[in-house]
């Protein structure tokens, strides 16, 4: 709490240089902070900052004489922009200042997974929900412990882990069925049996269309299991009490009313993730519903990126827009500035993802990657597009080494593991859990770790997590150098994993380019908020290039030569080639449909077993 108060007043001292005195009110500072900022600030006080301050003495001595005598009135900051940033392991609630772009305040809620069967991935539709209202209502009370109005938030943007699919009943509100993440595998056999109706079985028969090669990542394949396997999901469809949606559209709809006049609609970015998106029209495409045999009155209705799509019903924030909603990967594009042609960054979350801005027209990858679009800021705006290098997993493994193998406690210690050795020592992991996404859309890819050997460690084995995570992004970096024909000069990074320094080396070492870090790491949460604060009828945060805040950033250069970068690469892929074509989807059944237990070894066994193998070796060998 008190580096919170502590960064406020901070971002005080800044203000008052930059914007308006009357703002905000200097009455809540206690005496000592209110001397401290007056010996900043003023710039005759010994001390002081020395640069003119025009009128800083008139305009500041009655809000300082306040300070001494009353804390009685909330800080008038002028306009504020929440951003709700729903992502796959975590809920948060994040209030920016619309006028700098400073975050005050946030808080986070950790959103538990469940593993129903091999490949299975799914998330409790009411917990996201409430871990929704629980971020909102705690950063309403950390602001209002901070004194900064919250009156003062005039909307919120909305963003979230993209082609995640939920259906529900609109006349009970209630979910039909979990939530299916977008690195779910079950619908593998869903999608052969897609590609074999098409001519030549060809993956990418709807790419002209949609940018996608038909995946089981996309949620037109995870909403036709759901009507194919789930009987209330069904029953719902066929009675027309059903409702689609990725998160965005579940949470806009819960929270403008729901079952009482919710408003049912999802944005651009979003829609087209579905494979059921006409990504040139910008609308449902009936072709595309009926290849997935899906009814188009379940589909939310599709609009813009920054526009009022409803009212907040009930909470604290009653009455304030929701104007604003970007599937988290074009948020961070947004949120990075990146409005140029050309212009990339790459997001290391629980996946990886490397977007690149194609301008107003998309453009069709050759090489292995998505074409999306990107944002359409507003109703009348023409929308951007973008290709897009897509990784399953990056974060995830992380928090597989700590949860399944517990060689790890934190991703602090990965760090500090990974650091200890400075080299894999030969050691390649692909961690291939939800089979390879771009550029190689392999479904039946399986993770390994190869090239071990008795001195290999933990230590080894955590520096080539890391090293898994420089290598994919490499891949897709190559792909998208080959698309555009114009080659990065240096990447754009941000999301969590951006906090490993030593992972930031790797990267650029790798890639043999610059990586740059913006020092304000919540970008995909500040393209939210933009979005929705430039939204018509809301209009407090200006996108025009003149008035966007300069970001301020570190820079990762490359510290080795690129020969050896070139080595390491080979080998990460004769690596990939080996985890190819480990599953298929016709796996040994029992009888009932459930794959036996003797069908496959998972993982996580094997490996711990390889170790055991190898210290079981090392003894029985004897001295040396």
Request: glycine share 8%; net charge negative.
């Amino acid at each position: 709490m008190i580096s919170e108060r502590f960064n406020v007043y901070c971002w005080e001292a800044t203000c008052l240089r930059h914007h308006p005195l009357p703002t905000v009110q200097y009455d809540v500072l206690t005496p000592r902070l209110a001397a401290r900022l007056w010996s900043e600030l003023d710039p005759l006080s010994p001390g002081g900052d020395r640069s003119p301050v025009p009128g800083a003495r008139s305009s500041l001595e009655p809000h300082m004489n306040g300070a001494m005598a009353a804390s009685s009135h909330r800080i008038k900051l002028g306009p504020l922009v929440a951003a709700i940033d729903q992502g796959t392991s975590s809920t948060r609630f994040l209030v920016f200042n619309a006028k700098t772009a400073e975050l005050l305040s946030h808080h986070q809620v950790e959103i538990k997974q469940s593993f129903p069967k091999e490949g299975w991935v799914e998330e409790d539709p009411k917990e996201i929900l409430n871990s929704v209202l629980e971020c909102m209502e705690r950063t309403c009370e950390k602001l209002t412990q901070l004194n900064i109005d919250i009156s003062n938030i005039k909307a919120i943007g909305v963003t979230n882990q993209r082609e995640t699919t939920l259906v529900w009943d609109k006349e009970t509100g209630e979910p039909l069925y979990n939530a299916i993440v977008w690195l779910d595998l079950r619908t593998q056999s869903t999608v052969e049996r897609l590609i074999n109706k098409t001519p030549g079985r060809n993956k990418n028969h709807l790419k002209h269309k949609t940018g996608l090669p038909i995946s089981t990542y996309f949620s037109a394949v995870k909403l036709r299991w759901l009507m194919d396997n789930v009987d209330e999901v069904r029953e719902a469809v066929v009675s027309h009490r059903a409702m689609f949606g990725t998160v965005d559209s579940w949470l806009i709809w819960c929270l403008t009313g729901g079952k009482s006049g919710g408003v049912h609609c999802t944005d651009v970015t979003n829609a087209s993730r579905t494979m059921l998106f006409n990504i040139h029209t910008l609308e449902w495409d009936p072709e595309l519903c009926k290849y997935f045999g899906i009814p188009m009155e379940i589909l939310p209705r599709v609009r813009s990126s920054s526009e009022i799509y409803g009212l907040m019903k009930s909470g604290a924030l009653s009455g304030i827009p929701i104007s604003g909603c970007l599937g988290d990967q074009s948020a961070a594009l947004v949120g990075q500035m990146c409005f140029q042609d050309g212009q990339a960054k790459n997001t290391y979350g629980t996946g990886c993802f490397l977007l690149r801005n194609t301008g107003p027209k998309p453009v069709m990858s050759d090489h292995g990657l998505l074409t999306t679009v990107a944002y359409k800021l507003g109703r009348d705006t023409p929308a951007c597009y973008a290709l897009e290098g897509s990784v399953a997993i990056a974060g995830a493994v992380v928090r597989w080494l700590q949860d399944n193998l517990g060689i790890i406690g934190s991703s602090e210690e990965l760090e500090k593991l990974a650091a200890s050795v400075g080299t894999s020592y030969g050691c390649y992991f692909v961690p291939a859990f939800s089979g390879l996404y771009a550029p190689y859309w392999e479904p039946s890819a399986r993770g390994i770790i190869c090239g071990l050997t008795q001195f290999t460690n933990k230590s080894h084995l955590a520096f080539s997590a890391l090293e898994a995570v420089c290598f994919q992004t490499r891949e897709i970096l190559d792909a998208m150098n080959q698309d555009s024909g114009i080659p990065l000069t240096q990447l754009q990074v941000d999301g969590g994993m951006t906090s490993n320094r030593l992972l930031m080396q790797l990267q650029a070492d790798i890639l043999c380019i610059p990586v740059v870090k913006p020092s304000m790491p919540e970008t995909t949460a500040l393209g939210a908020a933009m979005a929705a604060g430039s939204a018509e009828g809301v209009s407090v945060w200006s996108l025009k290039p003149e008035d966007l805040s300069a970001v301020t950033s570190e820079k990762f250069e490359p510290q080795i030569n690129p020969e050896e970068s070139e080595l390491r690469y080979a080998r990460w892929k004769k690596a990939v080639q080996k985890s190819m074509n480990w599953e298929t989807t016709e796996p040994a059944g029992n009888g009932n449909g459930e794959t036996s237990i003797f069908c496959s070894i998972p993982l996580g066994f094997f490996i711990m077993g390889s170790m055991l193998m190898l210290v079981g070796a090392r003894y029985l060998a004897g001295p040396h």
